[in-house]
T-cell receptor, first 114, second 115 residues
């Protein structure tokens, strides 16, 4: 079945450090891939997405590239800020599975220190 | 600009009570979802609905039921609350484009404590 695996946290970085959060997936079809972010006390919101192989999603300085050959969608940011402290979720949606559902990873908590 | 609204941010209920969690979306979406979020387990799908009066079990439906009488409203019901249902509950409503789910809009969450 479909699944998403993302790196365990928490990840603690200093401000302006480079961020990578790894995400790999298994899917039977051709999924769409998403990164969602959850700030403290809030629901999730979409950060970026990619719908086909080699697509790059980007938003707010974050980027992720849909790599079909490695079944990965790693999240990167060149210079993190304290305001980026949040929980990040990788997710997929596979219409080939026959139902409209998301599969979420377990989330990675990021803490950025000033 | 609010798109998905959950009726309560915090709830405290007693064991055995029947609990209703309400979710309303203003985007005219057909799909709506209920998740629970627990530390280390991420988001787990409880139930989802793809149309009025239609519902499908998710991964952890035991102890829960749902109601969708109107397109904009999706209710989660805990038939007899238990302490292991203490959790954060998230409602979401995604759009569909080109046969696939697009962005999901989430409510702010309801933190339920069962004592």
């Amino acid at each position: 079945g479909n699944s998403v695996t993302q790196m365990e946290g928490p990840v603690t970085l200093s401000e302006e450090a480079f961020l990578t959060i790894n995400c790999t997936y298994t899917a039977t079809g051709y999924p769409s891939l998403f990164w969602y972010v959850q700030y403290p006390g809030e629901g999730l919101q979409l950060l970026l997405k990619a719908t086909k192989a080699d697509d790059k999603g980007s938003n707010k300085g974050f980027e992720a590239t849909y790599r079909k050959e490695t079944t990965s969608f790693h999240l990167e940011k060149g210079s993190v800020q304290v305001s980026d402290s949040a929980v990040y979720f990788c997710a997929l949606s596979d219409p080939g599975s026959g139902t409209y559902k998301y599969i979420f990873g377990t989330g990675t908590r990021l803490k950025v220190l000033a | 600009d609010v798109k998905v609204t959950q009726s309560s941010r915090y709830l405290v209920k007693r064991t055995g009570e029947k609990v209703f969690l309400e979710c309303v979306q203003d985007m005219d979406h057909e799909n709506m979802f209920w998740y629970r979020q627990d530390p280390g387990l991420g988001l787990r799908l409880i139930y989802f609905s793809y149309d009025v009066k239609m519902k499908e079990k998710g991964d952890i439906p035991e102890g829960y039921s749902v109601s969708r009488e109107k397109k904009e409203r999706f209710s989660l019901i805990l038939e007899s609350a238990s302490t292991n249902q203490t959790s954060m509950y998230l409602c979401a409503s995604p759009g569909i484009g080109q046969g696939a789910l697009t962005e999901a809009f989430f409510g702010q969450g309801t933190r339920l404590t069962v004592v």
